[in-house]
Each structure stands twice: as structure tokens, then as C-alpha cells.
């Protein structure tokens, strides 16, 4: 969550530095948004492992339909990958591998130890030699002081989140739509069709 946040931060700059505001982010056009804190709500959930898996892939697949639904929106594109990476290698894995280096890299031995001594958790598991597209799991570590673990996919949701941020502030989504819309005799001609 750290690295996400960091990038949020760094949008949020670069689009005050090239001229958006914070005010144009609701005219976005973004659309189901509460899909997004329902997904996140169901991960966390503790339940033995089966459900937990079953709500990891109901999560995941809520954040696809969110992204598949905003997809013409500037980021979605990458959010959507991202979320297809994620729960690509989840599904072929059940659950998400973490690779021992990336641990060691972020400076999160106690998770390490934790996840040895409790084998393969809910949600989570050591990458090894069985792991199915292991280039895709949480192999990519933060040191301090971000100390965090993800997964090309997160990196994808992460950027796709701050290039929209930065869009919306300078109002491109918006323009975008205008732009979109037919004017003047090209909307009189569809209209006469449609009738």
C-alpha cells in the first residue's frame, strides 16, 4: 500500500505542476466506483482458507468489471492489466506467491519467518519450485523505508491509478467526452437516423 500511495502522492504533484486542479477529479466520468472499496473490503476478510480464496477471485474480479466498464478512461487500460496479471497467476497458484528475495530486499524477515513456519497461507504463499508463472508474483521489493512486496500486475494498478489522477486533474477525461459527442450538423444527422 505504501508504493501505491507514494504514487498517488506523485501524481497528485505532477498534475498541480501542469496546471490540473483536484476539483476536475469528480468529473472524470468514473464509473461503479463502489465496486472498488467493496473489492477491498473482501480481502482482508479472515475465513478458512477455500473462502478466502473464493473471495480473493470475487475480489479481483469485481476490480476486472470496474476496469472493463471505465476502460476508455485514461489508466484503466493498465489498471485492467494489472488486474488480469494479479489474478491470472493467483488462479494457476491458489493464492499469490511471494518470492523469498523480495522479502529479504524489503526488509520483512518476520513476514519470511511467518510465512515458512505457517507454510502456505490464506491468501499467500512462498514462491518454489512448482510456482506457475512465478515472474508475475509478488517478486519486486521496496527497501526502507517503503518495505513492500508486489507484483508487476500491482505496478500496472498502481500506474494506470496515478496516470488517471493526473488526467483528471488536467481535465482530458472530460474534454475527451466532449470531444467524443457529435456537434452542430453531425448531431442533427444522428438523431435523424435514430429516429
Known amino acids: ?25 469528480p468529473e472524470a466520468g468514473i464509473r461503479w466506483t463502489l465496486l472498488v472499496p467493496v473489492a477491498l473490503v473482501m480481502q482482508p476478510i ?72 505457517d507454510g502456505e497461507g490464506a491468501k499467500h504463499q512462498l514462491a518454489g519450485p512448482g510456482t506457475r508463472l512465478n515472474p508475475l508474483a509478488d517478486v519486486i521489493g521496496f527497501p526502507r523505508p517503503v518495505m513492500q512486496v508486489v507484483s508487476p500486475g500491482d505496478l500496472c494498478i498502481y500506474s494506470g491509478a496515478a496516470w488517471l489522477i493526473v488526467a483528471a486533474m488536467r481535465g482530458r477525461s472530460a474534454r475527451r467526452r466532449q470531444e467524443d459527442q457529435p456537434t452542430g450538423p453531425d448531431r442533427h444527422r444522428e438523431a435523424t437516423v435514430g429516429e
Open 1 to 25: 500500500m505504501r508504493v501505491f500511495v507514494l504514487m498517488l502522492v506523485v501524481a497528485v504533484l505532477v498534475g498541480f505542476a501542469t496546471g490540473g486542479r483536484l476539483d476536475r477529479i
Open 46 to 117: 479472515p475465513l478458512p482458507r477455500e473462502w478466502a480464496l473464493t473471495m480473493l477471485y470475487a475480489s479481483f474480479a469485481l476490480l476486472v468489471v470496474f476496469a472493463v466498464r471505465n476502460v476508455r478512461l485514461p489508466g484503466f487500460p493498465l489498471i485492467l492489466l494489472g488486474a488480469l496479471l494479479n489474478l491470472t497467476v493467483i488462479a494457476v497458484n491458489a493464492g499469490m506467491p511471494v518470492s523469498a528475495h523480495a522479502i529479504t530486499v524489503a526488509g520483512l524477515r518476520n513476514d519470511y519467518q511467518e510465512l515458512l513456519r
